[in-house]
């Protein structure tokens, strides 16, 4: 099993910057592919980003490529996600998730294992 607590989460003005992170338990985080999805209001959970379990392929939706970045530190069991030129249509609840048994990149929720609580992201026009 893995556990995983997101941190980072904030409130923020439109254009500026935020760094989640993503702490797992366990001794195989690296066995692992990770996602990044988000839940705004009144909205269904949508997938934000994902990487591979060595770090080498990394995955973002058309909404936030060219502004947000994801990385992983195996020796840490963490995974990251640098959110940069924040927009207000960013503002959700920021969740990551841990995947086994799919092929890298998978963008359905229900395709990932294990979820965080979930970290606030408030983006101010």
């Known amino acids: 099993q893995v556990q995983l607590v997101e941190s980072g989460g904030g409130l923020v003005q439109a254009g500026g910057s935020l760094r989640l992170s993503c702490a797992a338990s366990?001794?195989?985080?690296?066995?692992?592919?990770m996602g990044w999805f988000r839940q705004a209001p009144g909205k269904e959970r949508e997938f934000v980003s994902a990487?591979?379990?060595?770090?080498?392929?990394?995955y973002y939706a058309d909404s936030v490529k060219g502004r947000f970045t994801i990385s992983r530190d195996n020796a840490k069991n963490t995974v990251s996600l640098q959110m940069n030129s924040l927009k207000p249509e960013d503002t959700a609840v920021y969740y990551c998730a841990a995947d086994w048994n799919h092929l890298s990149g998978s963008r359905v929720p229900d395709e990932y294992d294990y979820w965080g609580q979930g970290t606030q992201v408030t983006v101010s026009s």
């Open positions: 990487i591979s379990r060595s770090g080498v392929f990394t």
């Open positions: 366990g001794r195989t985080f690296s066995r692992y592919d």
